[in-house]
């Protein structure tokens, strides 16, 4: 993987150490077909030839205008709750989910392990904040760098709830695939260690554990939930903890 850079001040060597990349000031440099996360002073991008992403969180605009509908709300209610409530997206990806949490009204914590993922999350923040419809809500949004399972085990006892969406192999089956996930399966895997991300969560006790997954794919871990919402698509599996 490549790192393009159009910052002529930032440290190589920090950043070469940091995505475990080659970093190239000159776009003739990469080789065809690499993969590239390009930084501008306006954008962070992921490339690959003639594919390109970013994250954009104004394309979830339409969603959080119309929460009520929202099948992700209606999982995370938590009933006569004093708010304001605290949630951890230990699987954030590029924010989407976290994003209708805090429109909801939550108080989320936002973990990607992945530092490319993160760095296209981390400024899709950075650029929403200036969006006047998603500014309020984007404030309540807190990324944290690195591993979800210790930042869990960390906010024991202090979060009201717990929103898991692992990666997992089914999804590759997919005939039509975006293309931001083309080129994001090329960096996250599926999830590797489903008990160990299930028991610090659950363990974490928050009021609420929230897992989605395919509608007809297996538990996480093999835990059957208290009970489900269900989609087209998709289900929320959800787990009373304390």
């Not at 995505?19 to 306006?42: G, K, N, S």
């Not at 973990?111 to 929403?128: G, H, K, M, T, W």
Request: proline share 6%; hydrophobic share 45%.
């Amino acid at each position: 993987m490549y790192i393009f850079l159009d910052q002529t001040e930032a440290k190589t060597a920090e950043i070469e150490a940091q995505y475990h990349a080659t970093v190239v000031r000159e776009a003739a440099w990469i080789p065809p077909e690499e993969l590239v996360l390009h930084f501008t002073p306006e954008l962070v991008s992921l490339e690959q030839g003639n594919l390109e992403m970013h994250g954009d969180l104004t394309t979830m605009l339409p969603r959080i205008r119309r929460l009520s509908q929202e099948m992700l709300v209606k999982a995370a209610r938590i009933k006569d709750a004093e708010h304001p409530l605290v949630a951890i997206d230990a699987t954030a990806g590029m924010g989407e989910d976290s994003l209708v949490l805090a429109a909801a009204g939550y108080q989320v914590k936002l973990f990607e392990y992945n530092p490319v993922i993160a760095a296209l999350l981390q400024d899709s923040l950075r650029r929403a904040a200036f969006i006047p419809e998603l500014e309020e809500v984007v404030a309540r949004m807190e990324f944290v760098p690195g591993d979800s399972i210790a930042g869990i085990a960390a906010s024991a006892g202090t979060v009201d709830l717990i929103y898991l969406d692992p990666m997992f192999p089914e999804r590759q089956k997919s005939g039509l695939i975006k293309k931001k996930f083309q080129l994001m399966q090329q960096l996250e895997r599926p999830c590797d260690d489903e008990e160990a991300l299930f028991q610090s969560a659950y363990a974490a006790a928050p009021k609420k554990l929230v897992i989605k997954r395919p509608l007809k794919g297996p538990y996480l871990a093999g835990r059957k939930p208290g009970y489900t919402i269900k989609g087209k698509a998709i289900r929320y599996d959800c787990f009373a903890c304390s």
